[in-house]
Protein backbone atom coordinates (compact mmCIF):
# COMPACT_ATOMS: atom_id res chain seq x y z
CA UNK A 1 0.00 0.00 0.00
CA UNK A 2 1.34 3.68 -1.15
CA UNK A 3 1.55 5.92 1.65
CA UNK A 4 2.84 9.61 1.03
CA UNK A 5 4.17 11.76 2.90
CA UNK A 6 3.79 15.58 3.51
CA UNK A 7 2.15 18.08 5.21
CA UNK A 8 -1.79 18.07 6.21
CA UNK A 9 -3.61 21.65 6.55
CA UNK A 10 -7.37 21.83 8.28
CA UNK A 11 -9.94 24.06 7.13
CA UNK A 12 -9.52 27.46 8.90
CA UNK A 13 -5.90 27.06 10.45
CA UNK A 14 -2.84 28.34 9.23
CA UNK A 15 -0.24 25.88 10.42
CA UNK A 16 0.19 22.51 8.76
CA UNK A 17 1.07 18.87 10.96
CA UNK A 18 2.94 16.61 9.38
CA UNK A 19 1.12 13.46 8.11
CA UNK A 20 0.86 10.47 5.47
CA UNK A 21 -1.87 9.66 2.88
CA UNK A 22 -2.83 6.33 1.56
CA UNK A 23 -6.11 5.14 0.05
CA UNK A 24 -8.28 4.09 2.74
CA UNK A 25 -11.02 0.51 2.88
CA UNK A 26 -13.87 2.40 3.37
CA UNK A 27 -14.76 2.27 -0.47
CA UNK A 28 -13.05 3.69 -3.71
CA UNK A 29 -11.80 6.94 -4.25
CA UNK A 30 -11.48 7.32 -0.72
CA UNK A 31 -8.29 8.39 1.28
CA UNK A 32 -6.85 8.53 4.75
CA UNK A 33 -4.60 10.85 6.47
CA UNK A 34 -2.69 9.96 9.72
CA UNK A 35 -1.07 12.69 11.72
CA UNK A 36 2.51 12.67 12.69
CA UNK A 37 0.37 13.31 16.56
CA UNK A 38 -1.56 10.48 15.44
CA UNK A 39 -4.46 11.53 14.50
CA UNK A 40 -6.88 10.08 11.51
CA UNK A 41 -9.18 11.35 9.10
CA UNK A 42 -10.75 8.43 7.30
CA UNK A 43 -13.03 8.68 3.63
CA UNK A 44 -11.64 11.78 2.00
CA UNK A 45 -12.48 12.53 -1.07
CA UNK A 46 -10.15 14.36 -3.39
CA UNK A 47 -12.11 17.46 -5.35
CA UNK A 48 -8.99 18.11 -6.67
CA UNK A 49 -4.74 18.07 -7.33
CA UNK A 50 -2.43 20.43 -8.55
CA UNK A 51 -0.70 20.20 -11.23
CA UNK A 52 2.92 18.40 -11.38
CA UNK A 53 5.61 20.87 -11.67
CA UNK A 54 8.89 20.69 -11.34
CA UNK A 55 10.14 22.61 -7.73
CA UNK A 56 6.42 23.09 -6.45
CA UNK A 57 4.60 21.45 -4.06
CA UNK A 58 1.70 19.37 -4.84
CA UNK A 59 -1.73 20.14 -2.88
CA UNK A 60 -4.54 17.82 -2.92
CA UNK A 61 -7.68 19.24 -1.65
CA UNK A 62 -10.45 17.42 -0.34
CA UNK A 63 -14.35 17.44 -0.92
CA UNK A 64 -14.63 18.48 3.17
CA UNK A 65 -12.00 21.65 3.04
CA UNK A 66 -8.85 19.94 4.15
CA UNK A 67 -6.01 19.93 2.04
CA UNK A 68 -2.82 17.65 1.99
CA UNK A 69 0.80 18.97 0.57
CA UNK A 70 3.35 16.99 -0.47
CA UNK A 71 6.71 17.27 -2.80
CA UNK A 72 6.23 13.25 -3.55
CA UNK A 73 4.79 13.43 -7.12
CA UNK A 74 5.73 9.99 -8.19
CA UNK A 75 3.45 8.74 -5.34
CA UNK A 76 0.84 11.36 -6.02
CA UNK A 77 0.46 9.80 -9.54
CA UNK A 78 1.06 6.24 -8.41
CA UNK A 79 -1.64 6.68 -5.99
CA UNK A 80 -4.34 8.75 -8.38
CA UNK A 81 -3.49 6.12 -11.23
CA UNK A 82 -1.24 8.08 -13.73
CA UNK A 83 -0.80 11.34 -14.43
CA UNK A 84 -3.11 10.84 -17.32
CA UNK A 85 -6.29 11.22 -15.39
CA UNK A 86 -8.73 9.42 -17.63
CA UNK A 87 -6.97 9.42 -21.09
CA UNK A 88 -3.95 8.09 -19.28
CA UNK A 89 -6.47 4.81 -18.12
CA UNK A 90 -7.73 5.00 -21.90
CA UNK A 91 -4.81 4.43 -23.42
CA UNK A 92 -3.61 1.70 -20.52
CA UNK A 93 -6.12 -0.47 -21.43
CA UNK A 94 -5.60 -3.40 -22.93
CA UNK A 95 -8.23 -4.91 -24.93
CA UNK A 96 -8.71 -3.10 -28.17
CA UNK A 97 -12.02 -4.26 -28.49
CA UNK A 98 -12.77 -2.70 -24.90
CA UNK A 99 -11.58 0.44 -26.76
CA UNK A 100 -13.05 0.60 -29.65
CA UNK A 101 -16.01 0.21 -27.39
CA UNK A 102 -15.11 3.36 -25.01
CA UNK A 103 -14.55 5.57 -27.88
CA UNK A 104 -18.07 5.00 -29.77
CA UNK A 105 -19.61 5.98 -26.48
CA UNK A 106 -17.77 8.61 -25.78
CA UNK A 107 -18.88 9.68 -29.64
CA UNK A 108 -22.15 9.33 -29.01
CA UNK A 109 -21.92 11.36 -25.53
CA UNK A 110 -20.19 13.79 -27.78
CA UNK A 111 -22.66 14.00 -29.90
CA UNK A 112 -25.52 14.38 -27.45
CA UNK A 113 -23.10 16.71 -25.29
CA UNK A 114 -23.00 19.17 -28.58
CA UNK A 115 -26.63 19.35 -28.46
CA UNK A 116 -26.92 19.50 -25.28
CA UNK A 117 -24.19 22.25 -24.18
CA UNK A 118 -23.56 23.74 -27.78
CA UNK A 119 -20.92 25.03 -29.76
CA UNK A 120 -18.42 25.65 -26.74
CA UNK A 121 -18.26 21.88 -26.27
CA UNK A 122 -17.58 21.23 -29.61
CA UNK A 123 -15.09 23.98 -30.31
CA UNK A 124 -13.08 22.37 -27.49
CA UNK A 125 -13.08 18.83 -28.73
CA UNK A 126 -12.77 20.21 -32.18
CA UNK A 127 -9.86 22.31 -31.64
CA UNK A 128 -8.11 19.13 -30.29
CA UNK A 129 -8.09 17.65 -33.24
CA UNK A 130 -7.40 19.63 -35.77
CA UNK A 131 -4.23 18.50 -37.08
CA UNK A 132 -0.33 20.20 -36.43
CA UNK A 133 0.22 21.16 -40.45
CA UNK A 134 -3.50 22.90 -40.27
CA UNK A 135 -2.31 24.75 -37.40
CA UNK A 136 0.80 25.43 -38.68
CA UNK A 137 -0.55 26.79 -41.74
CA UNK A 138 -2.90 29.04 -40.12
CA UNK A 139 -0.02 30.69 -38.15
CA UNK A 140 1.85 31.59 -41.46
CA UNK A 141 -1.28 32.92 -43.12
CA UNK A 142 -2.60 35.26 -40.37
CA UNK A 143 1.04 36.62 -39.90
CA UNK A 144 1.29 37.46 -43.31
CA UNK A 145 -1.73 39.12 -43.03
CA UNK A 146 -0.73 40.92 -39.85
CA UNK A 147 2.31 41.91 -41.90
CA UNK A 148 0.66 43.28 -44.68
CA UNK A 149 -2.13 45.45 -42.80
CA UNK A 150 0.01 46.40 -39.30
CA UNK A 151 3.24 45.08 -38.59
CA UNK A 152 6.79 45.99 -39.25
CA UNK A 153 9.76 44.30 -38.54
CA UNK A 154 11.00 44.33 -35.02
CA UNK A 155 13.06 47.67 -34.06
CA UNK A 156 14.38 45.57 -31.03
CA UNK A 157 17.86 45.04 -30.39
CA UNK A 158 19.46 41.46 -30.50
CA UNK A 159 20.38 41.36 -27.16
CA UNK A 160 16.97 42.04 -26.19
CA UNK A 161 15.33 39.46 -28.25
CA UNK A 162 18.15 37.16 -27.00
CA UNK A 163 17.53 37.33 -23.78
CA UNK A 164 13.64 37.67 -24.04
CA UNK A 165 14.04 33.75 -26.10
CA UNK A 166 16.00 32.19 -23.17
CA UNK A 167 13.49 33.62 -20.98
CA UNK A 168 10.52 31.80 -23.47
CA UNK A 169 12.59 28.84 -23.98
CA UNK A 170 12.75 28.00 -20.41
CA UNK A 171 9.06 28.52 -19.84
CA UNK A 172 8.25 26.14 -22.34
CA UNK A 173 10.55 23.77 -21.04
CA UNK A 174 8.93 23.96 -17.54
CA UNK A 175 5.65 23.79 -18.90
CA UNK A 176 6.32 19.89 -20.40
CA UNK A 177 4.52 20.86 -23.61
CA UNK A 178 5.15 19.88 -26.54
CA UNK A 179 2.40 18.89 -28.28
CA UNK A 180 2.82 22.04 -30.75
CA UNK A 181 6.29 23.51 -31.26
CA UNK A 182 6.53 27.11 -29.47
CA UNK A 183 8.23 30.13 -31.11
CA UNK A 184 8.49 33.41 -30.02
CA UNK A 185 8.27 36.40 -32.85
CA UNK A 186 9.32 39.89 -32.11
CA UNK A 187 7.17 42.66 -34.30
CA UNK A 188 6.34 46.33 -34.03
CA UNK A 189 3.05 46.04 -33.43
CA UNK A 190 2.18 49.73 -35.61
CA UNK A 191 -1.75 49.69 -35.18
CA UNK A 192 -1.84 47.41 -32.15
CA UNK A 193 0.24 48.98 -30.38
CA UNK A 194 1.75 46.99 -27.07
CA UNK A 195 0.27 43.45 -27.57
CA UNK A 196 0.77 39.42 -27.46
CA UNK A 197 -0.79 37.65 -29.75
CA UNK A 198 -1.06 33.83 -29.39
CA UNK A 199 -1.49 31.95 -32.35
CA UNK A 200 -3.52 28.23 -32.90
CA UNK A 201 0.01 26.76 -33.92
CA UNK A 202 2.44 27.89 -31.58
CA UNK A 203 3.90 31.58 -33.02
CA UNK A 204 3.57 33.87 -30.26
CA UNK A 205 3.98 37.65 -31.46
CA UNK A 206 5.30 40.37 -28.95
CA UNK A 207 5.42 43.68 -30.28
CA UNK A 208 8.18 45.76 -29.55
CA UNK A 209 5.69 48.54 -28.06
CA UNK A 210 4.57 46.01 -24.93
CA UNK A 211 8.71 45.41 -24.48
CA UNK A 212 8.88 49.24 -24.25
CA UNK A 213 6.10 50.18 -21.49
CA UNK A 214 7.55 46.44 -19.65
CA UNK A 215 9.76 47.70 -15.93
CA UNK A 216 11.81 44.72 -16.55
CA UNK A 217 11.62 41.36 -17.67
CA UNK A 218 9.67 39.75 -15.41
CA UNK A 219 6.80 41.24 -16.81
CA UNK A 220 7.55 39.79 -20.53
CA UNK A 221 8.37 36.38 -19.18
CA UNK A 222 4.52 36.56 -16.93
CA UNK A 223 2.67 37.18 -20.67
CA UNK A 224 4.66 34.76 -22.32
CA UNK A 225 3.52 32.59 -20.13
CA UNK A 226 0.02 33.64 -20.00
CA UNK A 227 0.47 33.43 -24.00
CA UNK A 228 1.86 30.17 -24.29
CA UNK A 229 -0.86 28.63 -21.87
CA UNK A 230 -3.75 29.94 -24.58
CA UNK A 231 -1.72 27.69 -27.12
CA UNK A 232 -1.45 25.09 -24.73
CA UNK A 233 -5.18 24.90 -24.00
CA UNK A 234 -5.80 25.36 -27.83
CA UNK A 235 -7.38 29.12 -27.01
CA UNK A 236 -7.21 30.44 -30.21
CA UNK A 237 -8.53 27.48 -32.06
CA UNK A 238 -11.54 27.21 -29.84
CA UNK A 239 -12.40 31.03 -29.95
CA UNK A 240 -12.16 30.79 -34.11
CA UNK A 241 -14.33 27.55 -34.04
CA UNK A 242 -16.95 29.64 -31.24
CA UNK A 243 -17.13 32.39 -33.87
CA UNK A 244 -17.21 30.48 -36.89
CA UNK A 245 -19.60 27.86 -35.95
CA UNK A 246 -19.62 24.36 -36.68
CA UNK A 247 -18.95 23.94 -40.60
CA UNK A 248 -15.93 26.20 -40.81
CA UNK A 249 -14.55 24.10 -38.14
CA UNK A 250 -14.88 20.79 -40.35
CA UNK A 251 -13.78 22.19 -43.14
CA UNK A 252 -10.31 22.92 -41.29
CA UNK A 253 -10.42 19.76 -39.65
CA UNK A 254 -11.06 17.59 -42.66
CA UNK A 255 -10.37 20.14 -45.37
CA UNK A 256 -7.08 21.36 -47.11
CA UNK A 257 -4.34 23.18 -45.51
CA UNK A 258 -4.54 25.71 -48.30
CA UNK A 259 -7.90 26.67 -48.82
CA UNK A 260 -8.28 27.44 -45.13
CA UNK A 261 -4.93 29.73 -45.49
CA UNK A 262 -7.10 31.43 -48.04
CA UNK A 263 -10.39 31.38 -46.36
CA UNK A 264 -8.58 33.01 -42.95
CA UNK A 265 -5.96 35.41 -44.73
CA UNK A 266 -9.25 37.77 -45.31
CA UNK A 267 -10.39 37.76 -42.07
CA UNK A 268 -6.71 37.55 -40.24
CA UNK A 269 -7.26 41.34 -38.38
CA UNK A 270 -10.41 40.17 -37.59
CA UNK A 271 -8.49 37.11 -35.94
CA UNK A 272 -6.00 39.16 -34.33
CA UNK A 273 -9.07 41.57 -32.58
CA UNK A 274 -10.19 38.37 -31.43
CA UNK A 275 -10.82 38.74 -27.95
CA UNK A 276 -11.12 35.18 -25.06
CA UNK A 277 -13.85 34.49 -23.54
CA UNK A 278 -13.28 35.27 -19.69
CA UNK A 279 -12.87 31.94 -18.87
CA UNK A 280 -9.59 31.44 -21.15
CA UNK A 281 -8.34 34.39 -19.52
CA UNK A 282 -8.88 33.24 -16.51
CA UNK A 283 -7.41 29.70 -17.41
CA UNK A 284 -4.46 31.26 -19.06
CA UNK A 285 -3.57 33.38 -15.92
CA UNK A 286 -3.41 30.54 -13.51
CA UNK A 287 -1.55 28.46 -15.89
CA UNK A 288 1.12 31.30 -16.13
CA UNK A 289 1.46 31.24 -12.28
CA UNK A 290 1.77 27.96 -12.34
CA UNK A 291 4.93 28.14 -15.04
CA UNK A 292 6.49 31.61 -13.53
CA UNK A 293 6.44 29.50 -9.97
CA UNK A 294 8.09 26.60 -11.75
CA UNK A 295 10.77 29.30 -13.06
CA UNK A 296 11.13 30.55 -9.54
CA UNK A 297 9.65 34.42 -11.37
CA UNK A 298 7.03 36.52 -10.07
CA UNK A 299 4.14 34.96 -10.92
CA UNK A 300 2.01 38.37 -10.53
CA UNK A 301 4.11 41.00 -12.36
CA UNK A 302 2.50 40.68 -15.85
CA UNK A 303 -0.41 41.31 -13.93
CA UNK A 304 1.18 44.87 -13.67
CA UNK A 305 1.95 45.61 -17.49
CA UNK A 306 -1.23 44.53 -18.95
CA UNK A 307 -2.76 47.01 -16.13
CA UNK A 308 -0.37 49.62 -17.53
CA UNK A 309 -1.70 48.81 -21.03
CA UNK A 310 -4.83 48.72 -20.58
CA UNK A 311 -5.06 52.00 -18.68
CA UNK A 312 -3.26 54.24 -21.40
CA UNK A 313 -3.52 52.23 -24.41
CA UNK A 314 -1.70 54.04 -26.99
CA UNK A 315 -2.82 51.34 -29.97
CA UNK A 316 -6.46 51.16 -30.71
CA UNK A 317 -7.60 48.63 -28.77
CA UNK A 318 -7.25 45.54 -31.36
CA UNK A 319 -5.52 42.52 -30.13
CA UNK A 320 -5.90 39.89 -27.49
CA UNK A 321 -4.05 41.22 -24.38
CA UNK A 322 -6.20 44.51 -24.20
CA UNK A 323 -10.05 43.14 -24.83
CA UNK A 324 -11.90 41.89 -21.99
CA UNK A 325 -9.37 40.97 -19.65
CA UNK A 326 -10.39 41.23 -16.58
CA UNK A 327 -9.62 43.89 -14.33
CA UNK A 328 -6.34 44.13 -12.17
CA UNK A 329 -7.71 43.69 -8.53
CA UNK A 330 -10.32 41.16 -9.70
CA UNK A 331 -7.55 39.54 -11.32
CA UNK A 332 -4.99 39.61 -9.02
CA UNK A 333 -6.85 37.98 -6.44
CA UNK A 334 -7.95 35.18 -8.18
CA UNK A 335 -4.22 34.36 -9.38
CA UNK A 336 -3.17 34.86 -5.79
CA UNK A 337 -5.76 32.46 -4.30
CA UNK A 338 -4.37 30.39 -7.35
CA UNK A 339 -1.09 30.91 -5.76
CA UNK A 340 -1.98 29.95 -2.06
CA UNK A 341 -3.00 26.43 -3.13
CA UNK A 342 0.52 25.75 -4.72
CA UNK A 343 3.01 27.13 -2.36
CA UNK A 344 2.62 26.78 1.35
CA UNK A 345 2.09 30.63 2.70
CA UNK A 346 2.12 32.53 -0.43
CA UNK A 347 2.93 36.28 0.52
CA UNK A 348 1.14 37.74 -1.96
CA UNK A 349 1.38 41.23 -0.86
CA UNK A 350 5.63 40.36 -0.84
CA UNK A 351 5.04 39.31 -4.41
CA UNK A 352 8.10 37.51 -6.19
CA UNK A 353 8.79 34.08 -4.58
CA UNK A 354 12.64 34.94 -5.37
CA UNK A 355 15.04 37.25 -5.82
CA UNK A 356 15.97 36.55 -9.64
CA UNK A 357 14.61 39.45 -10.77
CA UNK A 358 17.42 41.68 -9.69
CA UNK A 359 19.91 39.38 -11.20
CA UNK A 360 18.23 40.05 -14.71
CA UNK A 361 20.67 42.29 -17.52
CA UNK A 362 18.45 44.91 -18.82
CA UNK A 363 16.50 45.37 -15.50
CA UNK A 364 14.50 48.29 -16.58
CA UNK A 365 16.43 48.72 -19.62
CA UNK A 366 14.20 47.46 -21.67
CA UNK A 367 13.30 49.24 -24.62
CA UNK A 368 13.06 48.81 -28.39
CA UNK A 369 16.17 50.50 -29.72
CA UNK A 370 15.95 53.56 -31.57
ZN1 LIG B 1 -5.00 36.35 -22.72
Redesign the pocket.
Known amino acids: MTSISGNFFRPGTATSQPATLERDGTGEGRYTVTTEAGDIFNGLQIARTSERLPGVVRAISFTDANVFHTRDDDAVDALLGGSGGFSGWLLRTESSLVKSGIIAVLTVLLIIGVFRYGTPALAYVGAHLTPLNVMTAMDAGVLATLERATMQPTKLDEETQARLTARFDELVQDSGFDAVPLRLHFRDGGRIGANAI?LPGGSIVMTDQLVARSKHDGELAGVLA??IA?VEKR?SLQQIYRLAGVWFMLGVIGGDAGQIVESLAGTAVAFSTLS?ARG??TE?DMRSAELMVAANADPLAFIDLIDRVTKHSEGTGLG??VRS?PGRVERRAAVCAHLKTLIEDYDCERGDVSDDLSGLPGLHSVRPAA
Open positions: AHEHHYFEASLH
